[in-house]
């Protein structure tokens, strides 16, 4: 969407001038009217809005279990963050999940990538960082950088008591994807592979 100068301004929050000396310093790119007139497209400048500090912007804290199974210990994630987020005096919320840590389009996961992204989160808070993902949580670390969002993991060095359960679900989760793979080619040995390695996870 192509604005002028004055929509521009009041839609990133600064000055006119401000755009004419990004303008200058070749951080954006302005195309003229015939007649000369400033022509901006809103999202190229979002990219390089000004974001508020960390401390002017709300703390997102995420809790995850992989089934409903394990209600109890969402409960104690939760009870725990807020906690946590209250002795700091941090403004917070809680986004709660239920999925596997190699699921990447868990609800909860989607809006706090998409909260994150938006530039509105000044701090991201983790009881452990595989609450987050299994496999891939750097790429997440890696937007809240880009963003000026901190992470902070309260427990940084431990595994949590559900560590074993959930990484059997997982195993059990890619065994699953493939199995479907196998079974099609209706051979015995596929068979026989899926079902051993399906004990193997159940056993862990």
Request: glycine fraction near 8%; charge should be positive; aromatic fraction near 6%.
């Amino acid at each position: 969407m192509k604005v002028s100068i004055g929509q521009a301004a009041k839609a990133l929050g600064v000055s006119q001038a401000t755009l004419r000396r990004w303008e200058a310093a070749g951080k954006i790119q302005v195309e003229r009217t015939p007649k000369g007139h400033r022509r901006y497209d809103l999202s190229k400048l979002y990219g390089v809005r000004p974001r508020p500090p960390s401390a002017d912007r709300p703390t997102l804290a995420y809790a995850r279990v992989s089934s409903h199974d394990q209600k109890e210990d969402l409960v104690r994630q939760v009870a725990l963050l807020e906690t946590f987020c209250a002795a700091n005096g941090w403004s917070y919320e809680v986004i709660q999940d239920w999925g596997s840590g190699l699921n990447y389009s868990k609800k909860g996961l989607r809006q706090l990538i998409q909260r994150i992204c938006s530039g509105q989160v000044g701090r991201l808070v983790l009881t452990h960082q595989d609450r987050l993902l299994r496999l891939g949580s750097e790429l997440v670390f890696a937007l809240c950088e880009a963003y000026n969002t901190e992470v902070v993991l309260i427990n940084q060095g431990e595994q949590p008591s559900s560590f074993e359960e959930e990484l059997a679900q997982d195993v059990l989760e890619i065994i699953t994807v493939f199995s479907a793979r196998l079974y099609g080619s209706r051979s015995h040995k596929n068979r026989k592979l899926v079902e051993t390695l399906r004990e193997v996870a159940e056993g862990l």
